[in-house]
């Protein structure tokens, strides 16, 4: 929580932002809140003004009752902002420091909510980043869209498709494991486009036919067809050792095997499952801890999985380094990180692939699964895991340290540049293998990839930049994407 005593030694950022407000409600205002309640939420502070070495301090605001009042009757008119998500707890006038100044809490707005929006324009839609409020790009507005619907996006029927397109191989091993799971369900007995039907992987189209839903051709489809429905369909585990070099990779491009989330599940839970063995095993750690740490990391995988926005950008990557597992995926939280590590909570971005898995008994659908993750990670004496989340592309990420190490202890040391010349190299041979691998990449990506903050992989990125070895796309001030330079 922000001390507004001590005003001066913030800085603006993602979550504050400072108005001067002395010729009364300035205009930028409402794109702010748009940009708040689109992202993580925020507080706007009126009457503080930023100085040029960007501290922030107080002007006395003579009338903030009455700029309060045309607050209210602004933020209300839905001509001018799509809808009011303030309770009036969430706008106060304060002293600070002998002047008066106006706060306004603008909270992360629920999903059902988004995009909020300004005059009346859905496209008016803002976000914020570390260099303020920018307009919503079509991608993100859509994925807004998207989120907000009643019926969960993998619930769409994909009536140019027929159920060919369902490996049969894929499927075969879920009914086996749907079997031992429920012996004696009165759906064994079905053949298997009833049990598609049944299961929601399969629908009936507007032509009166069966066609796979969105939900069965991710859990069950061949990466062939995946791709024509999910044009960035990625799903990708790499093993890395202390010189962070991939030893061991899967990916649902390579040819070999489906790409399905069904098959991946597997594949991925089973090699991270053999690493803890090992990993507790060399600590002396007893049975008890094993199993509870391996279903903690089948969870925190189907959780991934299940809340992937599968229509954006950046795919699935499980990254497992010696001491850190990481989860990312696309799209940011449904409920936010707080409420989501709360528990109680469940709002799965795809429910109809949630629930495939919870007819093989994974994933816990009642909200308790995270919170479970954090309890199995303190029982371990183990740091804290911890949930971020990065725009354009919207991208959420799970952090599972393996060691008691304390969160900030790395972050401290790469803001700092605590670093050997050997370790600068090897992050930067990090970098450069990722951008070998993917075309492109962003600054947030590369840096879940190499295990840092995005401000110091932007500034490996900004050295490398200089150097001629990769380029970026997009403006000078605000690069969206690199890759290695042709």
Excluded at 295 to 315: I, P
Aim: aromatic share 6%; net charge negative; hydrophobic share 35%.
């Amino acid at each position: 929580m922000i001390d507004l005593n001590n005003i001066e030694k913030y800085r603006e950022n993602n979550r504050l932002e400072a108005k001067k407000a002395l010729g009364g409600l300035p205009k930028s205002i409402w794109e702010t809140y748009s940009a708040f309640a689109n992202t993580l939420g925020g507080l706007i502070l009126l009457g503080v003004e930023e100085h040029k070495d960007r501290s922030l301090h107080t002007v006395d605001l003579p009338d903030p009752d009455s700029l309060i009042k045309e607050f209210w009757d602004i933020v209300n008119d839905p001509n001018k902002v799509s809808i009011n998500i303030l309770s009036s707890k969430d706008v106060y006038s304060l002293e600070v420091n002998g002047d008066h100044i106006i706060v306004i809490n603008v909270p992360r707005a629920d999903r059902s909510y988004k995009p909020v929006y300004i005059d009346g324009n859905p496209l008016n839609s803002y976000r914020r980043d570390g260099e303020g409020d920018y307009r919503c790009t079509r991608e993100e507005f859509q994925a807004m869209e998207r989120d907000a619907a009643v019926r969960t996006q993998d619930m769409r029927i994909l009536e140019d498709m027929d159920l060919d397109v369902i490996d049969r191989d894929s499927l075969r091993d879920y009914r086996g494991r749907m079997k031992s799971s429920r012996p004696g369900h009165v759906w064994e007995q079905l053949d298997d486009e009833a049990f598609l039907l049944r299961i929601g992987a399969a629908g009936i189209g507007t032509d009166g036919e069966k066609h796979p839903t969105a939900a069965g051709l991710l859990m069950f489809g061949d990466h062939h067809d995946l791709v024509r429905v999910f044009n960035d369909h990625l799903l990708v585990h790499q093993e890395l050792n202390d010189a962070g070099r991939a030893t061991f990779r899967i990916t649902s491009s390579s040819g070999g095997w489906s790409g399905n989330v069904y098959d991946f599940f597997f594949r991925v839970s089973e090699r991270l499952s053999q690493g803890i063995k090992e990993l507790l095993k060399d600590r002396g750690m007893t049975g008890e801890d094993e199993a509870a740490v391996c279903a903690a990391l089948r969870e925190a995988l189907a959780n991934c999985l299940v809340n992937a926005d599968h229509w954006g950008r950046g795919g699935v990557a499980v990254i497992k380094r010696p001491e850190l597992i990481t989860m990312a995926n696309p799209g940011t939280m449904r409920v936010g990180p707080d409420a989501a590590v709360s528990g109680g909570v469940s709002d799965p971005r795809n429910s109809a692939m949630a629930k495939m898995f919870d007819f093989i008994d994974i994933g816990e659908r009642a909200g308790s699964g995270i919170p479970n993750i954090f309890r199995v990670w303190r029982e371990q004496g183990w740091a804290e895991p911890a949930y971020t989340e990065s725009m354009d592309p919207d991208r959420t990420v799970l952090s599972l340290p393996l060691s008691p190490e304390k969160a900030g202890d790395k972050r401290h040391e790469a803001e700092t540049g605590d670093e050997s010349a050997s370790e600068n190299e090897r992050v930067r041979s990090s970098i450069i293998e990722y951008l070998t691998d993917n075309p492109q990449g962003n600054a947030a990506e590369i840096a879940e990839y190499i295990g840092s903050t995005p401000s110091r992989a932007g500034e490996y990125l900004k050295d490398l930049l200089g150097e001629g070895i990769i380029v970026g796309e997009g403006t000078e001030s605000r690069i969206r994407a690199y890759r290695l330079k042709r």
